[in-house]
């Protein structure tokens, strides 16, 4: 019986640590360069999407590209990706086309939680990036295309395959919080709400409520951060 037992414990550890929980005021830390470390988030439900909105906040101090929210299918690798290719710019890949914006003055910005929100929908393809609660110029991808259900939802790492295919030179390193999804595009009163740590509704993914997989070296700490962004 204390085989069987040390057997399902080794087992267990090696799934990594599943919590489903409320993280209002917790961060999640990534501490060091990794190609194995990263969170695993599982949807309140599987569905197809014809529009979405990620909103999320980061705080790193890298300089290099890195993967902020990772959405794989079995299919397409980058069927949606929020990813940051430089310190000025960030993109959003949807069923594997990208499109960037550009945030012109920031040759050396202070550093900071940044508050990004980012949206598409499926109707006329047209994508808005929100950071800090300022909107950019929209931009548009893969107009009439459905973004496919069954997918492996990733934090601190990009995947190039369902669930794996890390590269090491794309992990995140710092602290990333508040990660919310919602199978529409919010509206610019309601991303207000979300800046200042409002509540809305019919979350697909729930920072408050969140169910969750770590694995590797990823701690949650408590947050050092308010809702607004400014140091608590």
């Not at 609660?133 to 395959?161: H, M, N, W, Y």
Request: some cysteine.
């Amino acid at each position: 019986m204390k085989l069987l037992q040390t057997f399902l414990l080794i087992f267990l550890s090696s799934l990594g640590s599943l919590a489903q929980q409320d993280l209002e005021k917790k961060t999640v830390v990534f501490p060091e360069q990794s190609s194995t470390a990263h969170v695993v988030l599982r949807p309140s439900r599987q569905q197809a999407l014809t529009s979405f909105t990620v909103c999320l906040r980061a705080f790193t101090d890298l300089t290099r590209a890195y993967s902020l929210f990772s959405y794989a299918t079995k299919k397409t690798d980058n069927e949606l990706l929020v990813f940051k290719p430089k310190p000025n710019q960030y993109s959003l890949y949807v069923g594997n086309s990208v499109v960037t914006f550009t945030v012109t003055d920031r040759s050396a910005p202070k550093l900071q939680w940044e508050h990004i929100c980012v949206s598409w929908e499926s109707v006329t393809g047209i994508v808005e990036l929100w950071l800090n609660g300022e909107s950019l110029p929209r931009k548009g991808t893969k107009k009439g295309f459905t973004i496919s259900p069954d997918a492996s939802i990733v934090l601190g790492q990009e995947q190039d395959s369902f669930g794996g295919g890390f590269d090491v030179n794309q992990s995140f390193i710092g602290e990333i919080a508040d990660v919310y999804l919602w199978g529409r595009v919010l509206s610019a009163d309601e991303l207000a709400i979300v800046q200042n740590g409002g509540r809305l509704s019919n979350y697909l993914i729930d920072w408050r409520s969140l169910n969750y997989d770590i694995r590797g070296y990823v701690v949650v700490k408590p947050s050092l951060y308010s809702p607004y962004g400014s140091p608590l």
